[in-house]
């Protein structure tokens, strides 16, 4: 404790306070590099990247705002919204060096949250903590440098939660309830999961009702009555686009538009999440996901646990709160047997805020610096070995190399990333030691995503992005040609270095095939198809068909249009008929 002042004399200023005044600008400043190191150095990466990048490219290029569209087809896996994120800073700058923008924006919009709530819930000098404890956590990093919907989910749900707590924990706020309720109808119609804050409504009744055991009276706070105003806000949230998607169905009825509606707003929400069709994984999958990508937060749950419950015992609110609902959105998400590793992130800021009151006392346990100057320097040796196997040339790194379609000249570039960083982390590791555990986990990850930006996705990206298979079909057609896609990926379309004719996404095969026949056919000598190796016709002359290469574990063919034979075609169409 600290020692009190003598009478008639103020208490001095701690020796530390020029650091601890300049201790959240360097941290945001820190992040800032982090986060944004390697904008504009790469292109847009499978599987979800290009999607995203091509919908909202189609966005500016038609003034069709109000459905995304895959090419030809209308997109009905996700909502507008996050596409129109990507339009709007594709209008300010070319889509190349801005699709990351949003990611980037919303995740510092997700740090600023959490350090505005931890100064409001507890104090000043806890709001580094929580902001280092998001920032610090392997899945907000990687999610950060990923033009993903998922990051600006996080962004939604913390907005909300920032509302809600303001709200319930500290006093009456109509305002900061009002926008709670917009934030989560906003996520909602950008994620079908952002309604997920107002689950918080519950944890708060609980809290109340054991308040009022142990205490004998009425817990502080606002009138339950107050959080009615919470529907008209959500349903407020949710009109950006469900109003203007209802009014194009109720003013034209268009069948295409009514089956895009339907795919949207039941298949790929209620009926994704009790009767999933893929990512299936059994009920403890998050537990492996939790201490893998929660690294290194997730090992220090052994010190945070009793603590939690001791403060939850004392009738607590803000962590009632924050625990409570991370442990409704585990359930709710585990329910679901479709999983996948994202679903959890927007648990992570609620987390890192319930730890970060606690993170000052941990910091100065002789255990917890141990273990996260073991976790650092752990990471640096793992970063070293790989970066030598790469290096080197060993048969594992070459097979992965390979595995993935990628040349093994780029093994001495990522090798020379990787050593690079392994050797800067133990460095640092050897000058702050175990007593400043807490900055080198920091600094540890800084150099982690400035690496992962700068040095291994550009070296990467020609290959998964699939923009070196396009140069490479451009180049062996010729720029006078034509370009037709067959059972492409989005990747494909938007790095042609042409105007292509596509046949539609989703169709069967054997569809596009009779509308790219005829395409072919129209001029056979200035034509050409890209397509998936696996889909080609029996009906194409496989003498003519030239192999382009592998892409994205996809192998690619070009068949030029005097390789179709319309009368091959043509009878199968018939004996097909004759069978129906």
Same mark, same amino acid.
């Given at each position: 404790?600290?020692?009190?002042?003598?009478?008639?004399?103020?208490?001095?200023?701690?020796?530390?306070?020029?650091?601890?005044?300049?201790?959240?600008?360097?941290?945001?400043?820190?992040?800032?590099?982090?986060?944004?190191?390697?904008?504009?150095?790469?292109?847009?990466?499978?599987?979800?990247?290009?999607?995203?990048?091509?919908?909202?490219?189609?966005?500016?290029?038609?003034?069709?705002?109000?459905?995304?569209?895959?090419?030809?087809?209308?997109?009905?896996?996700?909502?507008?919204?996050?596409?129109?994120?990507? +339009?709007?800073?594709?209008?300010?700058?070319?889509?190349?060096?801005?699709?990351?923008?949003?990611?980037?924006?919303?995740?510092?919009?997700?740090?600023?949250?959490?350090?505005?709530?931890?100064?409001?819930?507890?104090?000043?000098?806890?709001?580094?903590?929580?902001?280092?404890?998001?920032?610090?956590?392997?899945?907000?990093?990687?999610?950060?440098?990923?033009?993903?919907?998922?990051?600006?989910?996080?962004?939604?749900?913390?907005?909300?939660?920032?509302?809600?707590?303001?709200?319930?924990?500290?006093?009456?706020?109509?305002?900061?309830?009002?926008?709670?309720?917009?934030?989560?109808?906003?996520?909602?119609?950008?994620?079908?999961?952002?309604?997920?804050?107002?689950?918080?409504?519950?944890?708060?009744?609980?809290?109340?009702?054991?308040?009022?055991?142990?205490?004998?009276?009425?817990?502080?706070?606002? +009138?339950?009555?107050?959080?009615?105003?919470?529907?008209?806000?959500?349903?407020?949230?949710?009109?950006?686009?469900?109003?203007?998607?209802?009014? +194009?169905?109720?003013?034209?009825?268009?069948?295409?538009?009514?089956?895009?509606?339907?795919?949207?707003?039941?298949?790929?929400?209620?009926?994704?999440?009790?009767?999933?069709?893929?990512?299936?994984?059994?009920?403890?999958?998050?537990?492996?996901?939790?201490?893998?990508?929660?690294?290194?937060?997730?090992?220090?749950?052994?010190?945070?646990?009793?603590?939690?419950?001791?403060?939850?015992?004392r009738t607590d609110a803000r962590l009632w709160l924050l625990l409570?609902?991370?442990?409704?959105?585990?359930?709710?998400?585990?329910?679901?047997?479709?999983?996948?590793?994202?679903?959890?992130?927007?648990?992570?800021?609620?987390?890192?805020?319930?730890?970060?009151?606690?993170?000052?006392?941990?910091?100065?346990?002789?255990?917890?610096?141990?273990?996260?100057?073991?976790?650092?320097?752990?990471?640096?040796?793992?970063?070293?070995?790989?970066?030598?196997?790469l290096v080197y040339a060993a048969p594992w790194a070459v097979a992965?190399?390979?595995?993935?379609?990628?040349?093994?000249?780029?093994?001495?570039?990522?090798?020379?990333?990787?050593?690079?960083?392994?050797?800067?982390?133990?460095?640092?590791?050897?000058?702050?030691?175990?007593?400043?555990?807490?900055?080198?986990?920091?600094?540890?990850?800084?150099?982690?995503?400035?690496?992962?930006?700068?040095?291994?996705?550009?070296?990467?990206?020609?290959?998964?992005?699939?923009?070196?298979?396009?140069?490479?079909?451009?180049?062996?057609?010729?720029?006078? +040609?034509?370009?037709?896609?067959?059972?492409?990926?989005?990747?494909?379309?938007?790095?042609?270095?042409?105007?292509?004719?596509?046949?539609?996404?989703?169709?069967?095969?054997?569809?596009?095939?009779?509308?790219?026949?005829?395409?072919?056919?129209a001029a056979p000598q200035t034509r050409w198809l890209l397509v998936?190796?696996?889909?080609?016709?029996?009906?194409?002359?496989?003498?003519?068909?030239?192999?382009?290469?592998?892409?994205?574990?996809?192998?690619?063919?070009?068949?030029?249009?005097?390789?179709?034979?319309?009368?091959?075609?043509?009878?199968?169409?018939?004996?097909?008929?004759?069978?129906?």
């Amino acid at each position: 404790m600290d020692s009190p002042a003598l009478p008639g004399c103020a208490p001095l200023s701690p020796p530390s306070f020029p650091r601890a005044r300049w201790r959240l600008p360097l941290l945001w400043l820190l992040v800032v590099i982090a986060l944004a190191a390697g904008i504009g150095m790469r292109l847009p990466q499978p599987p979800d990247e290009p999607r995203f990048v091509l919908a909202a490219r189609a966005m500016l290029d038609s003034g069709q705002w109000l459905v995304p569209h895959r090419g030809s087809e209308f997109y009905a896996e996700k909502p507008p919204v996050y596409m129109w994120m990507q +339009a709007a800073t594709q209008g300010v700058l070319d889509w190349k060096g801005s699709f990351l923008l949003p990611s980037l924006l919303a995740a510092l919009l997700s740090l600023w949250l959490v350090a505005d709530l931890a100064r409001r819930l507890w104090s000043p000098r806890v709001a580094p903590h929580a902001m280092a404890a998001l920032f610090c956590s392997l899945q907000f990093g990687l999610m950060a440098k990923r033009a993903q919907i998922d990051m600006v989910l996080v962004a939604m749900t913390t907005l909300s939660l920032w509302g809600l707590l303001r709200h319930l924990c500290e006093r009456r706020n109509l305002p900061a309830l009002w926008l709670a309720g917009i934030a989560a109808g906003v996520g909602t119609v950008t994620k079908g999961v952002g309604f997920l804050p107002l689950l918080v409504v519950l944890p708060w009744l609980a809290w109340r009702c054991g308040y009022r055991r142990l205490r004998g009276h009425v817990a502080p706070g606002p +009138a339950p009555s107050t959080l009615a105003w919470l529907l008209p806000s959500f349903l407020l949230g949710t009109a950006v686009w469900l109003a203007p998607l209802g009014w +194009a169905l109720l003013r034209q009825p268009d069948p295409a538009l009514q089956a895009y509606a339907h795919e949207l707003l039941f298949k790929q929400t209620a009926t994704r999440y009790a009767h999933a069709w893929h990512h299936l994984q059994p009920a403890w999958y998050y537990l492996q996901v939790m201490l893998t990508l929660w690294l290194p937060g997730s090992l220090l749950l052994p010190w945070l646990l009793r603590p939690w419950w001791r403060r939850m015992r004392r009738t607590d609110a803000r962590l009632w709160l924050l625990l409570g609902w991370a442990a409704m959105v585990l359930l709710f998400f585990t329910i679901s047997p479709g999983k996948r590793e994202v679903y959890l992130l927007p648990m992570l800021p609620a987390l890192a805020l319930a730890s970060a009151p606690l993170l000052p006392g941990l910091l100065r346990r002789t255990g917890v610096r141990r273990y996260l100057l073991g976790y650092s320097i752990a990471l640096g040796l793992l970063a070293i070995t790989v970066g030598a196997l790469l290096v080197y040339a060993a048969p594992w790194a070459v097979a992965q190399l390979e595995r993935r379609a990628m040349p093994t000249s780029l093994l001495p570039v990522l090798g020379a990333g990787l050593l690079v960083l392994g050797g800067a982390v133990l460095g640092i590791s050897a000058w702050l030691r175990q007593r400043h555990a807490g900055a080198l986990v920091l600094v540890t990850h800084a150099l982690l995503w400035c690496v992962y930006g700068v040095v291994l996705l550009p070296a990467m990206d020609p290959y998964a992005s699939a923009s070196a298979l396009m140069q490479r079909a451009g180049a062996r057609i010729g720029p006078q +040609a034509e370009l037709g896609l067959l059972a492409w990926r989005e990747q494909n379309l938007l790095q042609a270095d042409r105007p292509v004719r596509e046949f539609g996404f989703k169709r069967p095969w054997d569809l596009q095939w009779q509308d790219a026949g005829q395409w072919l056919a129209a001029a056979p000598q200035t034509r050409w198809l890209l397509v998936l190796d696996a889909a080609i016709s029996p009906c194409v002359d496989t003498a003519q068909i030239i192999d382009i290469g592998m892409s994205n574990g996809n192998r690619w063919q070009l068949v030029p249009g005097t390789a179709w034979s319309r009368t091959c075609h043509a009878a199968a169409r018939g004996a097909s008929d004759a069978e129906d």
